[in-house]
């Protein structure tokens, strides 16, 4: 696992996402069934598509260079770039 020790997920009431820039806290994210994310390989961070974690705890992502590769990703394993 990386260092994020000074990252703070996101919180499950957490809104106004929409297309803001996560960290991805985890070497390899997953859904809200541990089914591994469609994300490329070793990803560090990704564009929300949300605006708010949905009722099954996840967020739609992509690559920062690639809108059309979206992806479900559990909101904690998710933090949100400093402004």
Same mark, same amino acid.
């Given at each position: 696992?990386?260092?994020?020790?000074?990252?703070?997920?996101?919180?499950?009431?957490?809104?106004?996402?929409?297309?803001?820039?996560?960290?991805?806290?985890?070497?390899?994210?997953? *859904?809200?069934?541990?089914?591994?994310?469609?994300?490329?390989?070793?990803?560090?961070?990704?564009?929300?598509?949300?605006?708010?974690?949905?009722?099954?705890?996840?967020?739609?992502?992509?690559?920062?260079? *690639?809108?059309?590769?979206?992806?479900?990703?559990?909101?904690?394993?998710?933090?949100?770039?400093?402004?």
């Amino acid at each position: 696992m990386t260092d994020n020790s000074h990252r703070t997920p996101l919180r499950l009431d957490q809104k106004g996402l929409r297309g803001k820039l996560a960290h991805v806290l985890v070497d390899e994210p997953t *859904d809200e069934i541990d089914w591994p994310a469609d994300l490329p390989a070793g990803i560090k961070t990704v564009v929300i598509v949300d605006d708010e974690p949905n009722p099954h705890l996840t967020l739609r992502v992509h690559p920062p260079d *690639d809108s059309t590769r979206v992806a479900l990703v559990v909101f904690d394993q998710l933090a949100l770039y400093e402004d």
